[in-house]
């Protein structure tokens, strides 16, 4: 069976360890991504707590780009322009040739913090 890698249709913009609000230019622009969310994934939630409701946003980059890491903020550039922060990144398919970056990430605002 073929293997074939993500179809890293979108980009982002990664500011590394900081906020874009206290630096407006971001240290790489127009890194190739693909935003997933699995349909079927267990979604960590508090019973009657929707503001503690975090879907499962995975951040798909290729191999061999910049490796948004945890406490980077992504800002996917898109119809509405979505800020994330990264919780954990982890190479996929290690040693095969549809290895790519995964990286778990939640929806923030453009100072880095929660909505």
Known sequence: MP???P??????DLWVATNPNDQPVPDFAGVPCQVYIHSRADIDQ???????????????????GPKPQK???VQVIHLALDYYRVLWTQNIHM?????????????????????
Request: glycine fraction near 10%.
């Open 3 to 5: 293997v074939s890698l």
């Open 7 to 12: 179809n890293f249709n979108l980009t982002f």
């Open 46 to 64: 508090i019973l009657n707590e929707f503001s503690n409701w975090l879907p499962p946003v995975y951040l798909r980059v290729p191999i061999g």
């Open 71 to 73: 406490g980077d903020v």
């Open 95 to 115: 040693g095969f040739p549809n290895e790519y970056v995964m990286c778990l990430v939640s929806q923030c605002g453009p100072d880095g913090f929660a909505r």
